[in-house]
Nanobody
């Protein structure tokens, strides 16, 4: 089992920046193939990938956030952060922390990010 707790988010104007942090209850990166990252879900839309980072450090970004968002991890603190720059109104969504831990998926409770135009 993995518990994920998100922090950060809020309201920001377009062009601004926000940071999200996700704290895991255990070291997710203890096994090959394990992953942590972020997904988001806008009203009326499906939940989509934002960024993930794997045990080996391989990072994957959605095309819509490449060059604007940066995912990072602190293995000792069991955290994964998402720095979001140059935010756009279309980035408005509930952001969910995600972990794949030995083939099981875990989700945080979600945190709202709202970007005003």
């Amino acid at each position: 089992q993995v518990q994920l707790v998100e922090s950060g988010g809020g309201l920001v104007q377009a062009g601004g920046s926000l940071g999200l942090s996700c704290a895991a209850s255990r070291n997710v990166f203890s096994g090959i193939g394990n992953v942590m990252g972020w997904y988001r879900q806008a009203p009326g839309k499906q939940r989509d990938l934002v960024a993930t980072i794997g045990t080996g450090g391989i990072i994957n970004y959605s095309d819509s956030v490449k060059g604007r968002f940066t995912i990072s991890r602190d293995i000792a603190k069991k955290t994964v952060d998402l720095q979001m720059n140059s935010l756009k109104p279309e980035d408005t969504a509930v952001y969910y922390c995600y972990a794949r831990y030995f083939y099981s998926a875990y989700w945080g409770q979600g945190t709202q990010v709202t970007v005003s135009s």
